[in-house]
DNA sequence: AATCCAAGCAACCGCTCTGTT
DNA sequence: AAACAGAGCGGTTGCTTGGAT
């Protein structure tokens, strides 16, 4: 489609990064902030292409990346999301603080498909391997705090599978047929009823690790928060607290 | 000790989405 | 409304490393 392309191959180095590329990128970015992507490896002096620098920071050389081994708690709770969202690795990363959706992406596929194929359940539906084939059952999954006029509104989509459409204006209720009746079976304690917004700047994030409200289910609470308002998802009709208003007004900035 | 093979991870590629003009 | 540019996402590739033979 004669677009032009992100930047010029020939003068760009490719693979591995070195020690003094990686140097020059966080110097650039601690003196200047992430800004434009495109301009910044010829004004950080890097013969690299924008979109490499952008991974190299976010998925390496962030400061505030975990790194390390997942503990079982990120396993469960990774597991659990996949099961919800599908393979939207950077709205799971964005529930795991300090991970990268590159990172539980390079994990799910190394790691999990295995444990879960080692529990006879399909990593892909979370449908047991031998299971039956029930009829899909209709699950509602919405995206973004939904005002309340909003969710009046009949926005919803419905889809045929467990993948709902991106985010439409960061504020969408979705509402599909899911073909994972399993997901209740491999995760009874969830209430599939989730709203979940976008993930946000490490500054909005929601607070840190949800894990034990993941382990207790939608009707637990961590620190007096629902499920629903550790997962970012505040003013959903799943919020059983009444933390609505502290949460919103730290984290209404959408990106 | 050398070779082979599989696993893990970093990086690339192509596509889609979003904002701007 | 259409075209364009930039950013972001997900799938895939290929290199590195460690274990097995």
């Known amino acids: 489609m004669g ?3 992100c930047c010029e191959k020939a003068h760009t180095n490719k693979g591995a ?4 590329e990686d140097e020059r990128l966080i110097a650039y970015i601690k003196a200047h902030g992430e800004g434009c992507w495109r301009s910044l490896p010829k004004a950080a002096g890097l013969l690299r ?7 190299r920071w976010i998925n390496y050389l962030r400061p505030d990346l975990k790194r ?3 503990t079982h708690d990120e396993d469960e709770l990774i597991i659990k999301l996949h099961s919800l969202l599908g393979n939207k690795w950077s709205l799971i990363a964005g529930r795991l603080p300090g991970r990268t959706d590159n990172e539980i992406k390079n994990y799910w596929n190394t790691h999990i498909r295995r444990k879960l194929l080692s529990r006879g359940i399909d990593p892909t539906t979370h449908r047991p391997i031998n299971g039956g084939a029930e009829p899909p059952k209709e699950t509602t999954i919405s995206f973004g705090a939904v005002k309340p ?4 509104n009949n926005n919803s989509i419905t889809g045929k599978d467990s993948e709902p ?3 439409e204006n960061k504020e969408e209720t979705l509402l599909f047929k899911s073909e994972e009746p399993q997901v209740a079976e491999a995760c009874p304690d969830l209430n599939l009823e989730l709203r979940i917004s976008p993930p946000s700047s490490q500054e909005t994030r929601p607070p840190p690790l949800p894990l034990e409200a993941a382990k207790s289910g939608g009707g637990g609470r961590v620190n007096g928060l629902c499920f629903a308002c550790i997962l970012g998802i505040p003013n959903s009709i799943d919020c059983t607290c009444n933390n609505n208003e502290d ?4 984290s209404s900035s959408s990106n």
């Open 3 to 5: 677009r032009s392309p």
């Open 17 to 20: 990064w070195t020690k003094e």
């Open 49 to 55: 292409c924008g979109k490499s620098c952008r991974l």
């Open 68 to 70: 390390g081994n997942f």
């Open 149 to 152: 006029e909003d969710a009046e």
């Open 165 to 167: 459409k991106k985010e």
């Open 247 to 250: 949460y919103s007004s730290g």
